[in-house]
């Protein structure tokens, strides 16, 4: 049995973000395919996220020197525990965002402070540093109102390039992506972007579903 973690960040409703509906479609098509996956939805804007702040510092120096933490640190620390189990117990991890002000909402990269976790997710080594979540598939299914895959507004993209290093440097190097763009740029073409996306969505859900040596 396959896991899947379908990690949201969007906080609009389904209906008013392309972001979701790419999600949607994406696991509909997945389900379809592999009805015996287990799927779990993590919506960082529905969860508890600590952010790394002064208590998770404080608790990470108190931890290396064995001494106690307080009652907010220790709940801090376990949460951020969890949430990177939950990541390392997952086969297939989809990421349904939009770009907001060329970067992602910023629960998605406290998210992934809360994953890239020395010793857990990654190990530093004499030449460098090593991924240790090898052997894990990633999706990236993202929305832009406007077009920033090509000259000159590529230059402001920080979102799926951002993700693809962040989630290469643990060792997920097999990333695939689903962008939608351009749609209040061009508003007279948004539906036929937004159903192609849509269309390729469900394509790679069916294509990842598929067993290896299929």
């Known amino acids: 049995m396959r896991n899947v973690l379908y990690v949201k960040a969007n906080p609009k409703p ?3 973000s392309v972001s979701l509906q790419l999600g949607q479609r994406f696991l509909e098509a997945y389900r379809t395919a592999n009805p ?3 799927i779990t939805e993590l919506d960082l804007y529905a969860t508890h996220l600590p952010l790394l702040d002064a208590d998770v510092f404080n ?7 064995n001494t106690p933490l307080t009652e907010t640190e220790a709940a801090k620390t376990a949460r951020l525990n969890e949430l990177v189990e939950e990541f390392l ?3 297939l ?8 002000n060329f970067g992602y909402p910023p629960l998605l990269k406290a ?3 809360a994953v890239i976790v020395a010793g857990k997710t990654f190990r530093y080594t004499e030449s460098g540093f090593e991924g240790l979540a090898k052997g894990k598939t990633a999706v990236i299914l993202e ?8 000259p000159p507004m590529n230059a402001f993209e920080h979102t799926q390039s951002y993700l693809r ?4 440097f643990i060792g997920i190097t097999d990333v695939h992506t689903v962008i939608a763009e351009g749609m209040n740029q061009h508003p007279d073409r948004a539906q036929s972007i937004i159903q192609e996306a849509l269309d390729q969505a469900a394509a790679l859900a069916r294509k990842l579903a598929e067993p290896v040596g299929a």
Do not use: C, E, H
Request: hydrophobic content about 50%; glycine content about 6%; cysteine-free.
């Open 165 to 168: 290093a962040a989630l290469n």
């Open 14 to 16: 389904l209906d008013q």
């Open 111 to 113: 998210y992934m402070d």
């Open 59 to 65: 608790a990470w120096n108190k931890l290396a020197q």
């Open 93 to 100: 991890i989809v990421f349904a965002a939009p770009m907001w």
């Open 36 to 38: 015996n996956a287990q």
């Open 89 to 91: 117990a997952s086969d």
């Open 143 to 150: 929305a832009r109102g406007g077009v920033y895959s090509t």
